[in-house]
């Protein structure tokens, strides 16, 4: 999923924990889900971020750089304006559109 798409909330919202729960039968297990989930995109966030910038990575520094720097400073205003991973992953999860599944579980079946 495209985290800039993302129809996520911007600040943190109260989720009722049985209902979220439910898929798995496991409130830790879905917290691991999400949690996981969440890592994946603030890496992808990050690499994103990074090769944004060094766009404009220069050797030399000089007092005319600092003038110029401002679409650094408006690519990375960007960024923190985006909502934090744990809500897009939350998000995600909460309209099944992750993918998981429990090995232990599946051995257990066998």
């Known amino acids: ?9 911007l600040t943190t ?3 009722d924990l049985v209902e979220m729960a439910k898929p798995t039968g496991n ?4 917290v691991c889900i999400i949690s996981k989930r969440a890592n994946q995109i603030a890496q ?5 971020l990074e090769q944004k910038l060094q766009e404009f990575a220069t050797l030399n520094d000089n ?7 401002r679409e650094q ?9 985006l909502p934090k991973p744990t809500l897009i992953a939350t998000q995600e999860y ?4 992750l993918a998981y599944r429990n090995i232990a579980k599946e051995r257990e079946e066998f």
């Open 1 to 9: 999923m495209d985290y800039k798409k993302t129809n996520a909330p």
């Open 13 to 15: 919202t109260v989720h």
């Open 27 to 30: 409130i830790y297990e879905t």
């Open 44 to 48: 992808a966030m990050k690499s994103d």
């Open 63 to 69: 007092l005319e750089e600092i003038n110029e720097n």
């Open 73 to 81: 400073i408006e690519i990375s205003k960007y960024y923190e304006k």
């Open 94 to 97: 909460l309209e099944g559109k």
